[in-house]
């Protein structure tokens, strides 16, 4: 007799063996039938029991969230809705459920609860089907990198250098604020603090990414990436997960092409390897979908959505006639929009890209060729000496799921850069040098992994694409 999942039992084909297994109860109903739910599979097996078979002491024990062992018969199943069960011949209690204080009942609860419960809420089905598929994500994700020829590097999650150079940045120190160390302007002396210098929670991979592509050729970066902006919306997370391929040797319609690609595999991934977990998510968005007024409702299913991102070349469009597009557009001549477009240079706010993909295209779009003056030093000056080789990729529901850019590969370019915004030559000497020795075009870009795992999932608020969400106010957990 060996333990298994209840995955492996649903999709056995043998029957009338003797089993065993470990699981959650998630219903006890009519005294006879438990379901049993371990996190291999969305489904529960079901546990038929002969009440007089068993203490009635033992069988008040089975509530909801109790663990449990069953031993017993898989058989073929009497009734419907489940080809295989258990006839149960032994059951012991493993972990007792106190069905007056567990939070998570068999009934529905909102978002917000289980946010409250972010320890216990795996134990419904949406959020168990939601970290499987993140899950999977993380696997394919490495799984195309490995197949194309990337190294995974590891990149500091403690740095001195600000990639963005927006500063939303979290000081990283073992000074006792009580008790600042002063230097004779009175300012906190960072040579006394543990590194000798400022250190932050990095916020991107990114710069040293692009050393190791100047050496290894193409890499990719996946770790947690930190930022301290204080936007509170369903998108934004201060602790996120981010992929950051960097490549040497390709231009940004390469690093187009390498987006488009990546982002097809992982969805078609999931699409072939996770159907069960899809379907269901599928089915509650459709009912979600239901309560909303008709001009509210998605065009297409979750499942339809993913099949044509898979299937389908993402649109490309420039930042110039991304802005003309915007310019007349009905909402920006009815001021619906928040911000009006007025001008050619103005920064693109979610509502723009949400427009331009959901009501415009119809497709995820891929902006490309920004002005210099909105997007960070160190992507590549075009020759027009006012716009930047940069691209930002939008999904529809998402807005921005994807930055990017062929990267300023010439020195005395850079320098020019660094200095109009004043980062010192000597913080970023390192950076500067791959640019002394040997340089070359490279490009790379940063995904970020909960936003595509709210694509993938169709959840709405990034909160419930990750376990436990830090965001202003909150790191409970
Ligand atoms: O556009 P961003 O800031 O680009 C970079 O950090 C580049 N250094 C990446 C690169 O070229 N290697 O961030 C990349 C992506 C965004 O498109 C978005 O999907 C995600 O990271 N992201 C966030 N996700 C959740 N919460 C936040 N606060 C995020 N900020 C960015
Ligand atoms: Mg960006």
């Known amino acids: ?165 927006a500063g939303e940045m979290f000081r990283v120190t073992s000074l006792d604020p009580q008790n600042l160390p002063k230097d004779e302007n009175g300012a906190t002396d960072y040579s006394k603090d543990f590194f000798g210098k400022e250190t932050n929670l990095t916020v991107s991979g990114q710069l040293e990414a692009e050393t190791y592509a100047m050496s290894l050729g193409k890499v990719y970066t996946f770790g947690p990436t930190f930022r301290a902006e204080n936007s509170n919306t369903s998108r934004h997370l201060a602790e996120f997960w981010m992929i950051e391929p960097e490549v040497a040797f390709m231009d940004l319609p390469g690093n187009m092409d390498l987006a488009e690609d990546f982002m097809r595999y992982v969805i078609k991934y999931i699409l072939e390897n996770n159907r069960e977990d899809l379907d269901f998510l599928n089915d509650r968005l459709l009912n979600e979908e239901k309560t909303k007024p008709q001009a509210e409702r998605s065009e297409m299913s979750l499942i339809e959505k993913l099949k044509f991102v898979s299937e389908n070349n993402f649109k490309r469009v420039s930042y110039t006639e991304a802005i003309d597009i915007l310019r007349n557009c009905k909402p920006n001549k009815k001021k619906k929009f928040k911000y009006i477009i007025n001008e050619w240079g103005a920064d693109l706010q979610s509502e723009h890209e949400r427009y331009l993909v959901e009501k415009h295209f119809k497709c995820p779009v891929i902006l490309f060729d920004y002005p210099a003056n909105i997007k960070a030093f160190y992507m590549r000056l075009n020759d027009d000496g006012k716009t930047v080789r940069a691209m930002d990729i939008l999904f529809p529901g998402i807005g921005e799921i994807v930055g990017g850019a062929q990267r300023e590969e010439r020195l005395d370019v850079l320098k020019e850069k660094m200095a109009a915004i004043n980062i010192p030559e000597e913080d970023l000497w390192w950076y500067l040098d791959l640019r002394k020795f040997g340089t070359a075009v490279h490009s790379g870009f940063g995904l970020g992994f909960e936003r595509l795992v709210m694509f993938a999932t169709g959840m709405s608020n990034i909160r419930d694409v990750i376990p436990f969400p830090r965001t202003p106010q909150n790191a409970e957990f």
């Not at 959020?127 to 990149?155: D, W």
Request: charged share 25%; proline share 2%; glycine share 6%.
């Open 1 to 165: 007799m060996t333990l298994r999942t209840v995955s492996e039992l649903l999709s056995q084909e043998v029957t009338n063996v003797e089993i065993e297994i470990k699981g959650w109860v998630r219903t006890f109903r009519a005294n006879r039938f438990i379901a049993l739910n371990d996190g291999s599979t969305l489904n529960n097996i079901q546990c038929v029991v002969e009440f007089e078979n068993f203490d009635e002491s033992l069988l008040k024990r089975v509530t909801t969230g109790a663990a449990i062992q069953v031993k017993g018969e898989l058989v073929e199943s009497q009734g419907k809705g489940q080809s295989v069960e258990i006839q149960v011949k032994e059951l012991e209690i493993l972990g007792d459920c106190d069905p007056e204080t567990y939070p998570i009942q068999p009934k529905k609860h909102s978002f917000e609860f289980l946010r409250e419960n972010a320890h216990l809420r795996t134990r419904t089905n949406t959020f168990s089907a939601v970290m499987r598929l993140r899950s999977s994500l993380s696997f394919a994700i490495h799984k195309y990198f490995n197949e194309n020829g990337f190294y995974y590097m590891h990149t500091p999650i403690i740095t001195g250098s600000d990639a963005e150079g």
